[in-house]
C-alpha cells in the first residue's frame, strides 16, 4: 500500500514537474520571437524590413539544412509539395509581419497576426468555440479604431496578411506533420522559404549588406525561428496541446510588453482592450478547438487524442 502511494505521489510530481517545465520553455520561446522582433527592427533602417526577412530565412535554411540532411528522407510526392507550399507560406508570413510590425506598434501587429491561427482554431471547434470569433472580432475593432482612421492601413493589411499565411502554415503544418516525423519536414520548408525570400526580396536588399549585417542577421535567425522552434517542440512533449495552445495566446501580450520596455512603445487604452479580447479569444478557442478526426490521426490511446486538440500552433516567427 505505502509502495502504490508512494509511486502515486512520484508521478504527480514528475507531472507538475514537467508542467512547470513545458511552461518555461513555451514562455521562453515566446519571448525569445518577440525580442527577436525587435532587435530585427533596428536593422530595417539599412537593409528594409523584407532584407530583415530575407535573411532571417535565408541563415535559418542553411542551419537546418546541415542539421536535417533532408536528401536522406524519402518523401512521398504529395509530402514533398506540402512542405514546399509550407516554405511558401513561411515565406510570406515572416515578410509581410516584419513589414508590419515597421508601420504598428508591436502588440498590435502581434494581436493581428494570431487571427490567423485564431481562424482555425474556431472553424475546427464545435459549438459554442465558433463564438470566440465574435470576441476576436471585437478586439481587432479595437485595435484598428477604423472610426479614427489613425491606424496605418497598409500595416493593418500586411499584419492580416502575415495571420492567412499563419494559417496556412497551421494546416500544411499538421498535414506535414501526419507524414513526416521530426525536423524532417522544416528541413524542406525552410530552405524553400528561403529562396522563395531570396527570389522576391534578396535583389533589393543585397546591395545594401556589409559584413556586419550578415553577422547581425545570424543571431537574429537563432533568435527567431530556430530557438524558439527548438524550445516549442520540447515544450509540446511536456504540454497538452490545450495547454500549450492557452501559453501561445499569451504571446500578443508578450509582443505589448517587449514593445513598451524595449521600443518605448505606449499603447492606447483602446489597444489594451483590443489585446485583452483577442487573447481571450485565443485562450477560449484554445480550450475547445479539437483537429478533425481523418487517417492516421485517431489514437485509441485518450492521452494522445487529447494531444491532439486545439489547433493554434506556433510559426517560425
Keep these: 500500500m505505502k509502495t502504490g502511494l508512494s509511486t ?16 518555461s ?21 539599412q537593409i528594409g524590413a523584407a532584407g530583415v ?3 532571417r530565412l535565408f541563415w535559418a535554411g542553411l542551419i ?28 510570406g508570413m515572416t515578410i509581410m509581419f516584419m513589414a508590419a510590425v515597421t508601420r504598428l506598434p508591436l502588440g498590435t501587429a502581434s494581436a493581428l497576426e494570431f487571427l490567423g491561427p485564431l481562424s482555425v482554431a474556431t ?29 496605418d492601413p497598409v500595416g493593418v493589411l ?9 494559417a496556412g502554415y497551421i494546416v500544411l503544418t499538421q498535414r506535414a506533420g501526419d507524414e513526416v516525423t521530426g525536423l524532417h519536414a522544416l528541413g524542406v520548408s525552410m530552405p524553400v522559404a528561403a529562396i522563395a525570400a531570396t527570389v522576391t526580396v534578396g535583389p533589393f ?14 543571431g537574429l535567425a537563432l533568435l527567431l525561428p530556430l530557438i524558439p522552434f527548438s524550445l516549442e517542440l520540447l515544450a509540446l512533449r511536456r504540454l497538452t496541446s490545450a495547454a500549450f495552445g492557452t501559453l501561445m495566446s499569451l504571446e500578443p501580450a508578450i509582443a505589448l510588453i517587449i514593445g513598451t520596455i524595449i521600443l518605448g512603445q505606449s499603447p492606447r487604452t483602446s489597444a489594451l482592450i483590443g489585446i485583452v479580447l483577442v487573447v ?13 478526426e481523418g487517417p492516421g490521426i485517431t489514437s485509441s490511446d485518450p492521452r494522445e487524442q487529447e494531444q491532439e486538440q486545439a489547433p493554434i500552433q506556433p510559426g517560425p516567427g
Design 8 to 23: 502515486d505521489h512520484m508521478n504527480s510530481r514528475l507531472q507538475a514537474s514537467g508542467l512547470r517545465g513545458g511552461t
Design 25 to 45: 520553455m513555451a514562455l521562453a520561446a515566446m519571448c525569445c520571437v518577440q525580442l527577436g522582433l525587435a532587435a530585427s527592427i533596428g536593422l530595417t533602417d
Design 53 to 55: 526577412a530575407w535573411l
Design 64 to 91: 537546418l539544412i546541415a542539421i536535417t540532411r533532408p536528401w536522406r528522407t524519402a518523401f512521398k510526392r504529395s509530402t514533398l509539395l506540402t512542405c514546399v507550399l509550407l516554405g511558401i507560406a513561411t515565406a
Design 123 to 151: 472553424a475546427l471547434g464545435r459549438g459554442r468555440a465558433r463564438l470566440w470569433a465574435l470576441v476576436a472580432a471585437a478586439g481587432v475593432l479595437a485595435l484598428t479604431e477604423p472610426w479614427h482612421g489613425t491606424t
Design 158 to 166: 500586411l499584419a492580416l496578411g502575415a495571420a492567412a499565411c499563419w
Design 205 to 218: 536588399a543585397i546591395g545594401h549588406l556589409d559584413w556586419q549585417d550578415l553577422i547581425i542577421s545570424l
Design 280 to 292: 481571450a479569444a485565443g485562450i477560449g478557442a484554445a480550450r475547445t478547438g479539437r483537429r478533425p
